[in-house]
């Protein structure tokens, strides 16, 4: 059976940038990140907390005697979910569509077209080698 596909809101990314950095992290230690970083009360954090356990997105880890949070989903694995998720809502899952909606609006550095000129030289070769393969 396929995982479900996990999406986070604009504010779980934010705990789970706290937790990509420093896990594991006590909620205490979540808690006074997240109101220095966005001004959020304790209970707001724990509310997002309890929420992304639920989800899966974060578990619970003992250490040294006291609970600690973890990411279960590494940020670039949240991150391609999310280029999917966007992919396929906005751009009816046609990445060209999406690549020239960016470059119109952003103008993109030497160095990030030799960067796409070379992943697409590499996909175009692996692709002549029998078929569609993953980059």
């Known amino acids: 059976m396929e995982k ?13 940038e706290c937790l990509w950095q420093r896990a594991p992290i006590s909620g205490r230690e979540v808690c006074e990140n997240m109101e220095k970083a966005r001004g959020w009360s304790r209970s707001t954090t724990l509310t997002l907390l309890r929420r992304m356990t639920a989800k899966s997105a974060v578990g619970e880890a003992e250490g040294e005697g006291k609970k600690a949070f973890i990411p279960l989903i590494s940020r670039d694995e949240a991150a391609i979910n999310e280029t999917e998720n966007l992919l396929g ?4 899952g046609s990445m060209s569509l999406m690549l ?4 119109r609006k952003q103008r993109l550095s030497q160095s990030e077209i030799d960067e796409m000129y070379a992943l697409l030289s ?7 080698k029998g078929g569609e393969e993953d980059a």
């Not at 809502?89 to 009816?92: A, E, G, K, L, T």
């Open 100 to 103: 020239s909606a960016f470059t």
């Open 4 to 16: 479900e596909r996990l999406t986070l809101t604009e504010a779980e990314w934010q705990v789970m």
């Open 89 to 92: 809502r906005v751009y009816h």
């Open 122 to 128: 590499k996909l175009e070769a692996r692709s002549g």
